[in-house]
Structure formats: structure tokens, C-alpha cells
């Protein structure tokens, strides 16, 4: 598959996906770069913003296989892992796999849980497979992580550990509609459409895991040129120096910022990556990976406010 052809299957899973989710185009163009570009997604913002219904519909979009695991205070790593269960029949022990064994996985309210359950997901987000008592077991290749999350500040709700918060490629903040879409959320609900049931939106199947493996190698194939690669190095190790900051920005950053332009560049249908492209993706790729000192949080300051900052003095290669 080309990249034009790529481009023009990312416009296709967009426009099926606004059948279903009215004024998110932004949120909803950031999850396909991250599916295209083969990285997890965390979405966060309050309850009822549609993140739910946004990353079901876009696995009914896809095609591939699906599971969803409902994150509550009481889950346990081997209801997403899965168990080993004793076989009187033969003697021996089976593997029984859990919700994380597919292509497409949605972790909802994943804040809801505690550290240990939510690092249950850490291996499979990054290298692909899962160890249960010792044995590993190989996921999907194409195996992507879509989850959602309340505001840390909500009651009931677990920071998510450093570790896995840098497993997603992407964190996708989710803002309250404007007020002219948000009227045409009740205009779709009054002409039959249901958010249970997603085929009173008659989604159409735009790929199936054997085109995202090529969509995915088509992403990779578009071109960066070594002094957008710089930039994007600068963008990060800045982060390491900011006064406001007491943790920058990992070189696997670089890494994810690099990917998630390169699925920008394919969303438009371009074989190469601009500098627009980087400043496109920085925030999402970066807002959760710098630690803010205490003192600048009470002040109100946010990541996006230092990232904004740092881009407007980096240098922008023309």
C-alpha cells in the first residue's frame, strides 16, 4: 500500500467516525494518528464527552478485532492478562487468555483502578506479548490501547504510574463541544440515533487488521528530513532544561513525535513530514510526559502552557 492509498483510507475512517461523534474533529483525527502510526492513546476529560463512544466506534470502523475492559477499584492484572486453569481432564494446566488478547483494546476509566491493575497492561503496550506465571504470550501485532480517563481530580480516581502514563503515544485531551455542535448532538439523537447501539449509525467497515499492518508500514515510509528530525530533538530536550519543569521529556518522546508526525503527514495525504506537522502533534505527544514542579501547579500553569512556550522560541527550519 502507498501513502496516497493510506491517505485516503484515514479520510474514510474520519468521515464514518463524524457519523457517529459530532464536533470532536480534532480528538477524532489525533485517534487515527495514533492507530495509523501504531501507538496507544489515552483520552481524558469529563464524564460524558463521548470518549467511550469515540474508541468503540472506531474499532467498529476498523474492523479488527475488539474487547473492552471496564477499569473498576476491584479488577485484579489476571482479569486482563488472563489465568492458567487446571484441566482435570488432561492433568495439566490451560491458558485461559484475558480482554488484552486482540487488536483492539478499550481500557475505560482506566484511572478507576489501582497502580498494580493498570501495569498489568505495561508489557503488552510495549513489547507485544504478556507473561502469565512465567510463560510469555505473544498479542496481536497490530495490538493498540485505547483509554479513557477522568480528570485526576475527580473523586475515585488513581493517578496512572510514570511508566505507563509514557506508553502512550498520545494523550488526547477532550474538551466540551461547541455550543452549535452540541445542539446537533440532539438533532442526531432525535433522528433515531442511539449511542448504544452503534448500527442506527450504519458505520461501514473501512479496513481490517491485515490493511492497518499496511497502513501502518505506509506511515513509516513517509520521509523525514534530517532537519525536521533536529527539530523535533530540540522540541525535547528542551523540555529537559524549562525552569518550570522537574522531569522532561524521554528520548522515547522523540521517538513517538516522530511517529505521530509521520501519521499526521499520511492523514493529508503527503509523503513527507513538515515542521507543522511536529507543532501539530507536540502537545498530545508531550503533555503527559513533563513533570511540572509543585509550586508552578498551584500557580495554574499546565504542560500544554510550557509546551506552547517552548515552541514559540525553538527556531522553526524552513
Same mark, same amino acid.
Given at each position: ?24 474533529? @480534532?480528538?477524532? !483525527?489525533?485517534?487515527?494518528? =495514533? /492507530? +495509523? ?8 476529560? &469529563?464524564? %460524558? ?62 484511572? @478507576?483502578?489501582? !497502580?498494580?491493575?493498570?501495569? =498489568? /497492561? +505495561? ?8 507473561? &502469565?506465571? %512465567? ?65 442506527? !449509525?450504519?458505520?461501514?467497515?473501512? /479496513? ?84 511540572? /514542579? ?25
Amino acid at each position: 500500500m502507498d501513502i496516497p492509498q493510506a491517505g485516503e483510507l484515514a479520510t474514510r475512517i474520519r468521515q464514518e467516525l463524524a457519523k457517529v461523534v459530532v464536533g470532536q474533529d @480534532r480528538v477524532l !483525527a489525533q485517534m487515527v494518528i =495514533a /492507530l +495509523l502510526a501504531g501507538g496507544h492513546a489515552l483520552l481524558e476529560g &469529563v464524564p %460524558g464527552t463521548a470518549k467511550t463512544l469515540m474508541a468503540r466506534a472506531l474499532a467498529r470502523v476498523t474492523g479488527a478485532g475488539f474487547r473492552r475492559i471496564q477499569f473498576t477499584p476491584d479488577l485484579m492484572p489476571s482479569d486482563i492478562l488472563g489465568v492458567n486453569i487446571y484441566d482435570t481432564s488432561t492433568g495439566q494446566f490451560v491458558f485461559r487468555p484475558g480482554p488484552i488478547f486482540t487488536d483492539i483494546v478499550l481500557a475505560d476509566e482506566i484511572n @478507576r483502578t489501582p !497502580a498494580k491493575t493498570q501495569s =498489568a /497492561l +505495561l508489557e503488552a503496550m510495549e513489547e507485544r506479548r504478556a507473561t &502469565v506465571d %512465567g510463560v510469555g504470550h505473544t498479542v496481536s501485532d497490530v495490538f493498540t490501547v485505547f483509554a479513557t480517563q477522568n480528570p485526576v481530580e475527580f473523586e475515585g480516581t488513581y493517578p496512572l504510574p510514570e511508566a505507563q502514563v509514557d506508553r502512550f503515544m498520545l494523550k488526547i485531551a477532550v474538551d466540551y463541544p461547541p455550543e452549535a455542535d452540541e445542539a446537533g448532538i440532539l438533532d442526531q439523537v432525535a433522528r433515531g440515533f442511539d449511542s448504544a447501539d452503534l448500527a442506527t !449509525a450504519n458505520l461501514q467497515e473501512v /479496513l481490517d487488521a491485515q490493511a492497518l499492518r499496511a497502513v501502518r508500514q505506509a506511515v513509516r515510509a513517509v520521509t523525514v528530513q534530517e532537519m525536521v528530525r533536529r527539530y523535533m530533538t530540540q522540541i525535547v530536550r528542551a523540555t529537559r532544561t524549562m525552569h518550570q519543569v522537574s522531569m522532561g521529556a524521554s528520548p522515547r518522546a522523540a521517538v513517538m513525535l516522530m511517529r505521530a508526525a509521520q501519521g499526521c503527514a499520511v492523514l493529508t495525504g503527503r509523503q513527507f513530514v513538515t515542521p507543522d506537522d511536529v507543532k501539530a502533534m507536540t502537545l498530545p505527544v508531550l503533555r503527559h510526559r513533563i513533570m511540572l /514542579l509543585p509550586e508552578v501547579e498551584v500557580e495554574g500553569t499546565t504542560p500544554d502552557d510550557c509546551i506552547r512556550h517552548l515552541l514559540n522560541e525553538i527556531p522553526v527550519p524552513r
